[in-house]
C-alpha cells in the first residue's frame, strides 16, 4: 500500500498498521437470554473460580470447552460465526479458499473481584468474545488489550514515574502512546481480534452482579481437496486430511 502524500504545510501524522477489532451490538431477545444465563448457571454448578479463587471460573479449565454443541447456544453461536466470516472479508480472505473451524468455545463467569489475567490464544487465529451482561460502563470488568510492541513510546516507560518527559501527564493516554485500550462490556456485544493479541479481563466491581461472557477460539484451514489437488502453501491443510501418527 503507496502511503497518500501530505498536503504542504502542516505535520501530519498517519496511523499505520492497526488492529483489527471487530465489534458487533447485537440485541438479545429477553427470554433467550435469561435461557442461556440459567445455563450457565447450570454448567458452573457449585464451582465459583478456576483453582485460583482470584480468577473467574472458565469453561475451558472444567471440561465446559464445547458450548457450540449446546442446544442453548446453537443458534446464537451460528450467528456469531456468520459475524466471524464478515470479519474475516473485511480482512481480505476469499472465503471460497479457506474453512473456518471452532476450535473451543467455553463460557467465563465472572464473580465480584474476580479477573482473567493477561494472555493470549497462540493455539488459534481468530478470537471472539460476546458479552450476555454488562451495561457499558465497565463496572463488571472490561476487556483490556495490550499492543504486541508500542514503538510509538519512543522512550521506554516514557509515561511511568516521576519528571517524565511528558509536557502533560495526559499525554500518556493520548491514542499514539496508550499503553491499553479498554472495551466495556455490554449484553449482547461481540468483540472479534487476532487471537495473538494479548488480552485480559479487568476485576468486576459489581457486588450485585455476574459478570458472563462466552469465548471463541477460530482455527483457519485450507478447504479438504481432491485427489491431484494441494492446499496453499501457507494454510494448514484441512483436518480430515491430518495423519496422527
Ligand atoms: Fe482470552
Not at 78 to 97: E, I, S
Not at 133 to 140: K, L
Not at 203 to 231: E, H, K, M, W, Y
Request: glycine share 8%.
Amino acid at each position: 500500500m503507496l502511503l497518500p502524500s501530505p498536503a504542504p504545510g502542516a505535520l501530519v501524522i498517519q496511523p499505520l498498521f492497526p488492529v483489527a477489532l471487530g465489534q458487533v451490538q447485537l440485541r438479545p431477545e429477553p427470554l433467550d437470554l435469561a435461557l442461556q444465563l440459567q445455563a450457565l448457571h447450570a454448567l458452573r454448578g457449585d464451582a465459583r473460580s478456576n483453582p485460583d479463587p482470584g480468577c473467574a471460573w472458565t469453561g475451558d479449565l472444567n471440561g465446559v470447552w464445547q458450548l457450540h454443541h449446546h442446544g442453548t447456544f446453537v443458534p446464537l453461536i451460528r450467528q456469531l460465526v456468520d459475524h466471524a466470516k464478515a470479519y474475516l472479508v473485511t480482512l481480505g480472505f476469499d472465503l471460497h479458499q479457506v474453512c473456518l473451524h471452532i476450535q473451543r468455545c467455553w463460557p467465563v463467569l465472572s464473580e465480584a473481584g474476580q479477573v482473567v489475567g493477561r494472555h493470549h490464544h497462540p493455539n488459534a487465529h481468530l478470537s471472539a468474545v460476546y458479552y450476555f451482561t454488562g451495561d457499558g460502563s465497565g463496572r463488571c470488568g472490561s476487556l483490556r488489550f495490550w499492543p504486541q510492541r508500542q514503538v510509538n513510546e519512543l522512550v521506554p516507560g516514557m509515561a511511568v514515574g516521576h519528571g517524565a518527559p511528558l509536557a502533560e501527564a495526559d499525554w500518556a493516554q493520548s491514542s499514539w502512546t496508550t499503553p491499553w485500550i479498554d472495551v466495556a462490556p455490554q449484553a449482547g456485544l461481540l468483540l472479534l481480534f487476532p487471537a495473538g493479541l494479548d488480552h485480559g479481563v479487568l476485576p468486576n466491581q459489581d457486588d450485585q452482579n455476574l459478570r458472563c461472557s462466552l469465548s471463541i477460539d477460530f482455527v483457519l484451514t485450507a478447504a479438504a481437496c481432491g485427489p491431484g489437488q494441494a492446499p496453499p502453501e501457507y494454510l494448514a491443510p484441512h483436518p480430515l486430511q491430518w495423519d496422527p501418527v
